[in-house]
């Protein structure tokens, strides 16, 4: 079945970029009506969505993040990735990519599988 | 502070049935289906209930999750120590345009 594997620095200075790696193995990223989400977790705290991409390459983001946030896809590679502009401490957390699945309408959408996360942990 | 409200914890002794809250509005539950997600203890999350109720293959009819207006519940019956986890229920919100979450139930089997 898809697994997914998040990769990326676990340590980022204030001021700089975040940037992570979803990597999809055990089926081809482009098959199906999916799409592919970043997640994240602060310790001890709820889950945010921060934005997914179709493999079209369409885009959507949390519009509380949308101004610091890229998220792009090679389909070659079977992978996509986040980036994160500007990160202070508040952007520690651990970071989840997980595939979206639609029902029959485009609301009717949830996560499965999930990768194993990663923390990123933003300190100077 | 998460767009869905969800009491922070939930205990239950074995065998014990315990249900979850998850109050939204009328831009999210109150809309678009909803999904809950089981996360054990140093885990990733994982899709326990999706379409308001229905179950992922492999996840126990034990789980069980209904839909009311602007709230939703998840049911476990027959409660077993290995349901100690946080679990969350998200929707597709209308004006985020996005999916939000709870802040997640941490249910303790005593």
């Known amino acids: 079945q898809v697994q997914l594997q998040e990769s990326g620095p676990g340590l980022v200075k204030p001021s700089q970029t975040l940037s992570l790696t979803c990597t999809v193995s055990?089926?081809?990223?482009?098959?199906?009506?999916?799409?592919w989400n970043w997640i994240r977790q602060p310790a001890g705290k709820g889950l945010e969505w921060i934005g997914r991409?179709?493999?079209?390459?369409?885009?959507d983001y949390n519009p509380s993040l949308k101004s610091r946030v890229t998220i792009s896809v090679d389909t070659s590679r079977n992978l996509f990735s986040l980036k994160l502009s500007s990160v202070t401490a508040a952007d520690t957390a651990v970071y989840y990519c997980a595939r979206g699945v639609t029902g029959s309408w485009y609301w009717d959408n949830w996560f499965d599988p999930w990768g194993q996360g990663t923390l990123v942990t933003v300190s100077s | 502070q998460s767009v869905l409200t969800q009491p922070p914890a939930a205990s239950g002794t074995p065998g014990q049935r315990v249900t979850i809250s998850c109050s939204g509005s009328s831009s999210n539950i109150g809309s678009n289906t909803v999904n809950w997600y089981q996360q054990l203890p140093g885990t990733a999350p994982q899709l326990l209930i999706f379409?308001?109720?229905q179950r992922p293959s492999g996840v126990p009819d034990r789980f069980s999750g209904s839909k009311s207006g602007t709230s939703a519940s998840l049911a476990i019956s027959g409660l077993q120590s290995e349901d100690e986890a946080a679990y969350f229920c998200?929707?597709?919100?209308?004006?985020?345009?996005?999916?939000?979450f709870g802040g997640g139930t941490t249910l303790t089997v005593l």
């Open positions: 998200a929707a597709w919100d209308d004006s985020l345009k996005g999916p939000v």
């Open positions: 991409i179709y493999t079209s390459g369409s885009t």
């Open positions: 379409t308001n109720n």
């Open positions: 055990g089926g081809s990223i482009s098959s199906g009506s999916y799409f």
